[in-house]
């Protein structure tokens, strides 16, 4: 029988033609886009000298039934406020009691979105005062050799950090409202630091998420990692095929990395992902892969994108073509609406493909808010979604280097030398991700510039400048093309102009790291 999907996506596909989902604002977005709201968030999340914020305090007295008189005098007017927003997005007191206010993650994200707002406006994208999310590469060591290893990884750093200033490091997130913290490599289970790490970061009430090649996720290990707060592993496998797997990670490891995925699926408390990186190795057995991580009872499904970057750049040729990543995300849309998996993916046109076939109440991609239905996530997905490097998310290296993502090798400070909010606040290199405005050719006009902006990690992958085009996306195809002959882009050229591709110097105009006119060099401040 056809799924209800794909009668679905037949249909929708037809009828939309591919035109963009567009509604009115929403009215919470008219609440906060008005100066006097932003001016009492922007009070209400200053830190007192206890260490929190009015808000919080706010979140507690919501949750209190019966509310004594004094707190219901106190907090009269931002209760009724709470519950007018609540009623307009159609949830439960008892959602917001429990699921929002009752779960420390969301309650950090939301005072940290809430801070952001008021200090910088309701911004398309919005930009964050600290980072919600943080990849951490823990360690540089690894026990494979993955082809398309975006870390170059192998042995461990001589000046990695130790947990002594690992600790210092969460302590920082905990105190900025981080939220999420996914734990990556090298290999982070090899590191006899994960441990401790994890546990002040669950403690201090983060999402504390693990991605591994699973070849040693053992029962005891994913015991382990529950016992210590984690909440979500994600394990990398290439391929349906062992053969294939193996000739990818260098090593023959396959039937491990299944029972890696098995043992931490064993674990009730634990959500379980597979992440794959879509090549055109494995992009025919994209549906395979997907009905396999079913069968094996994992929750979730992240298809990453391939950058050419660390290992990665020495098997280019593996990238797939727009056509084909627009192949890749019809096919992830499918699933999305069928809710069977969750869906993620790191290819930011996943936004711009829900908003292109769903219908209005249909499932949309939200970034780094995960996935979810209707008017609400389409709303969230204009502020949130897309490329989130250095704009609500940033990583680390093993050795405390900061960059705006794993895939962006470029420093944006040190944090043995400087605190993380002086780094994301200050960084030159932030400033350009925070504003779509500076992106070329057809990422720097396009209707869906909201919702994905392009993966910045493949611009600069292919181009060595961060405002490029991603010339992943069928937008694009031009450029791919024009990589694909071994052309370059001539700044001289008059059709390049006109194009409108040559203008991101212009925009960035005076930017400190701005190279030649063109290549962001280094994120470094003078
Ligand atoms: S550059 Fe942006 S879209 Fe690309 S991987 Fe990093 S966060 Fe994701
Ligand atoms: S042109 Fe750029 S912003 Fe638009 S959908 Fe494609 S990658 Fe995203």
Known sequence: MESLASVHDRQYLQVNAGQAVWGHPHV???ILDRFLTQFFLKELTERKSDGHCPLEKIFEAYKKRPLS????????????FIDLLRRLACAQRNFIVQEVFGYPPRTRALVNTARSIGTYGLSRPQIFFSPLMVVWNFTQACNLKCKHCYQNAGKTLPDELTLREQLEVVEQLVDLDGAILALSGGEPLISPNLLPVVRKAHEGGMYVTIATNGTLLTKEMAKKLVDHGVEYVEISLD???????????????WARVVEGIKSAVAEEKLKVGIATTITRMNIGEL??????????????FNAFNFIPTGRGKEIIEQDISPEEREEMLQILWRHLQEEKIEIMSTAPQLGRACLMYSVPQGVFATGHAGQGAGEGARTIAKYVGGCGAGRCYCAIEPNGIVTPCVYIPLPMGDLRKEKLIDIWQGSELCRVLRNRGYLAHHCGF???????????????GYFGDLTEADPGCIHNREKWERLKGGQHEDPFDPAW????????????????????????????RA
Do not use: Q, W
Request: aromatic residues 8%.
């Open 446 to 460: 396009c209707d869906y510039r909201d919702y994905c902006g392009g993966c910045r990690a493949r611009a600069y």
């Open 69 to 80: 008189m004094g707190l219901r005098i106190k907090y009269f007017l931002p209760i009724l």
């Open 28 to 30: 919470i977005e008219r």
């Open 497 to 524: 102009f006109r194009s409108g591709v040559g203008v991101s110097a212009h925009r960035l105009g005076g930017t400190p790291g701005v190279g030649d006119g063109r290549v962001i060099s280094s994120g470094k």
């Open 287 to 300: 549906e395979d892969l997907i009905d396999l991580a079913k069968e094996l009872g994992v929750k979730c």
């Open 239 to 253: 391929s349906v095929n062992p053969e294939k797997h193996n000739s990818f990670r260098g090593v023959d490891c």
